[in-house]
């Protein structure tokens, strides 16, 4: 019993979906749900009651609820739920202003607008809830107090006329105050979450990714590779005697260092390249769809930019130097053996008098000389 139940509720979800999304195909479903069962038990009613326009108007309406319910699997389930929302807001409306028309059962049809406020303002939210909300009652004010009754079929008197708008303005407000307070905890609890997130993949020093923002970044472009068949490439580096520097001006020092360097480096590259701090003064680079001769020529030129500019460290301008290690990505080279082989270039170019760029491929031909 309770598997159809959760499968009627949870249709149209996805997990690419956000949980704000969800929840509103959620709630739209269980809508639709309660709306068609009880618009047709009350549709049944009337049938036998032989109110024949009135069972007319809920059966209708009952399957207009049971069609909102079906259009997120027509159209897709982000946009088929606002479409739903609106197929049931229009339907209820409507469904209301016939029922304070007609006065429903025994002229208690007016009874049922106070459900209005609430599924309104949560299927629409703050603004368009109000905008949508003020044209509401404003047709309701002219149905009921249109002079001689002109546009009722049922007569109430001026009290209940009066207490039921005034109930209504007061269900709307409180509607409207939760609604609003509803979407600023949302909109800060997302901020936050997105800040958290931030701190978890930034570096908070350099502003640029953090070890672990640049292993997703790795992960993608896996992942990229694997649907194109094309190669990627990255780099490792390191800035060179990063180690007199701190023990000679100090750690704040050797900060100020590392900030300017990862400015340097960002400069030079495309939009699509990755650039983040992997461990203490070591940088990884990643080249989306570049071979290993490409990301060198890339590589040669941040270096040079770099060799070439000078950074101020404890009030005086000096030179600063990287050295670097690049390796191309392929289907035969795995990702952790393509780090350390750029590790080793990166050694090499050390070795080899620093402030050069090495590349993987050279490992091997010099060891074979």
């Not at 009880?38 to 309406?61: E, I, K, W």
């Not at 009290?159 to 979407?183: C, D, G, N, P, V």
């Not at 990714?209 to 640049?214: D, F, I, S, V």
């Amino acid at each position: 019993m309770l598997n159809p139940i959760r499968k009627f509720i949870e249709f149209g979800t996805h997990n690419s979906l956000s949980d704000d999304v969800n929840r509103r195909i959620r709630v739209v479903n269980m809508f639709s749900a309660v709306g068609m069962g009880l618009t047709f038990f009350l549709g049944l009613r009337a049938l036998f009651a032989q109110d024949t326009l009135l069972a007319c108007v809920l059966l209708s309406a009952s399957i207009l609820f049971a069609i909102s319910h079906k259009i997120q699997s027509m159209i897709g389930a982000k946009q088929g739920s606002i479409i739903s929302a609106m197929v049931i807001i229009v339907c209820l409306m409507s469904l209301m202003l016939i029922l304070v028309i007609t006065g429903g059962n025994a002229g208690t049809g007016p009874l049922w607008i106070f459900t209005v406020p609430p599924v309104t303002m949560f299927f629409t939210g703050f603004r368009r809830g109000l905008f949508a909300l003020t044209g509401f009652i404003t047709l309701v004010i002219v149905i009921l107090f249109t002079p001689d009754n002109a546009l009722l079929a049922t007569e109430y008197s001026y009290e209940f006329k009066t207490r039921l708008i005034y109930s209504f303005i007061t269900i709307s407000f409180l509607s409207a105050f939760y609604e609003y307070s509803r979407q600023r905890s949302y909109s800060t609890a997302l901020y936050l979450s997105e800040q958290f997130e931030r701190q978890a993949r930034y570096d908070p020093l350099t502003t640029i990714l953090n070890r672990r923002g640049g292993q997703q970044q790795l992960e993608q472009e896996i992942s990229r590779m694997q649907r194109n068949k094309k190669p990627f490439s990255i780099a490792l580096a390191d800035i060179d005697r990063f180690k007199s520097i701190n023990d000679t001006f100090g750690h704040d020092a050797g900060d100020e260092v590392l900030k300017q360097v990862a400015e340097v480096f960002s400069r030079r590259l495309r939009t699509q390249d990755g650039l983040s701090r992997w461990g203490g003064e070591e940088f990884l680079f990643i080249f989306p769809e570049t071979n290993e001769k490409d990301a060198q020529l890339v590589t040669e030129q941040i270096r040079e930019n770099l060799s070439a500019k000078a950074i101020s460290v404890d009030g005086k301008s000096h030179r600063v130097t990287s050295s670097f290690g690049v390796c191309e990505v392929t289907s035969l080279i795995s990702l952790t053996t393509a780090l350390n082989l750029a590790d080793q270039a990166l050694y090499r170019a050390k070795r080899d008098g620093r402030n050069k760029v090495c590349a993987a491929s050279e490992l091997t031909s010099k060891s074979n000389l």
